[in-house]
């Protein structure tokens, strides 16, 4: 049962830009925290911005000026990637941390993003 889509993946040259879309599914509730987080070969999977209902958001040092994290409503949630890097290359992965009595976390399929040199 898909839970989180994700959409906007893609091939862009160094210093373009990519947006990525990821819609929750009704039956996982509003998530309180929803984000992207990214793997790159080889590498572990690491933060990359996240935003609360609340509309507070974090970054990773390595993309803060670079990238935004927005939602338009409580399952919706996009990333503005500006100024891509060839070390921006991964697989993007929708994240939602949704609180029920107790914590849930859902996961995307992930999208891939690469950026040539």
């Known amino acids: 049962q898909v839970q989180l889509v994700e959409s906007g993946g893609g091939l862009v040259q160094t210093g373009g830009s990519l947006k990525l879309s990821c819609a929750a599914s009704?039956?996982?509730?509003?998530?309180?925290?929803m984000g992207w987080y990214r793997q790159a070969p080889g590498k572990q999977r690491e933060l990359v911005a996240t935003?609360?209902?609340?509309?507070?958001t974090n970054y990773a040092e390595s993309v803060k000026g670079r990238f935004s994290i927005s939602r338009d409503n409580a399952k919706m949630v996009y990333l503005q990637m500006n100024s891509l890097k060839p070390e921006d290359t991964a697989v993007y992965y929708c994240?939602?941390?949704?609180?029920?009595?107790?914590?849930?976390?859902?996961w995307g399929q992930g999208t891939q993003v690469t950026v040539s040199s």
């Open positions: 994240n939602a941390k949704v609180y029920s009595s107790t914590w849930y976390t859902y």
């Open positions: 009704r039956n996982i509730g509003n998530p309180t925290t």
């Open positions: 935003i609360t209902n609340g509309g507070s």
